[in-house]
T-cell receptor
């Protein structure tokens, strides 16, 4: 199984940068996903890392270090609409052709004017 | 437009009643999942299905049941055996098992 830790809440100002950390202790690893979830809505996929390094997608970037069991999601040029919960999810290695996901509790990002 | 629909958005039931939550997808995805979300906790997997007529228990299957008679549909029944059924329920699908998941809008179930 996995133990996934994220900060509960972070606050930042519009236009600023925020980095959301995610650490995991695993019995196996087959990729890390980040999702965004606005209150009362469905999570939506943001990014995916399976190899070490940085993946950049517009204002959002995600980094992975497998040796450290660590990832971060970087949100640049924050906008008010970025106020949401950000979920870190680790995919288990496939066993019997199945790769399950373990989700962290989410980090609530509050963007202030 | 392709996507996943869940209905209803809000559901209220009395204790002791079974209730079925609907999940339909027109993405032609093979894999479907049911999660439960509680405040301060990560999504927890209830059941998943890789193909039609096949499904497996997730981490918290007790008190729940599912069926997968059609590729597009994966309804979840919350039975009276579920001790704490009030929660936000999310259905998801992916092209194949382990791929990124697409989530439905969720159903908030309140049992009193």
């Amino acid at each position: 199984g996995q133990n996934i830790d994220q900060p509960t809440e972070m606050t930042a100002t519009e236009g600023a940068i925020v980095q959301i950390n995610c650490t995991y202790q695993t019995s196996g690893f087959n990729g890390l996903f980040w999702y965004q979830q606005h209150a009362g809505e469905a999570p939506t996929f943001l990014s995916y890392n399976v190899l070490d390094g940085l993946e950049e997608k517009g204002r959002f970037s995600s980094f992975l270090s497998r040796s450290k069991g660590y990832s971060y999601l970087l949100l640049k040029e924050l906008q008010m609409k970025d106020s949401a919960s950000y979920l870190c999810a680790v995919r288990d290695p496939p066993t019997d052709s199945w790769g399950k996901f373990q989700f962290g509790a989410g980090t609530q990002v509050v963007v202030t004017p | 437009d392709g996507g996943i629909t869940q209905s209803p958005k809000y559901l209220f039931r009395k204790e002791g009643q079974n209730v079925t939550l609907s999940c339909e997808q027109n993405l032609n995805h093979d894999a479907m999942y049911w999660y439960r979300q509680d405040p301060g906790q990560g999504l927890r997997l209830i059941y998943y299905s890789q193909i039609v007529n096949d499904f497996q228990k997730g981490d918290i299957a007790e008190g729940y049941s599912v069926s997968r008679e059609k590729k597009e549909s994966f309804p979840l029944t919350v039975t009276s055996a579920q001790k704490n059924p009030t929660a936000f329920y999310l259905c998801a699908s992916s092209i194949e098992e382990g791929d990124k998941q697409y989530f439905g809008p969720g159903t908030r179930l309140t049992v009193t």
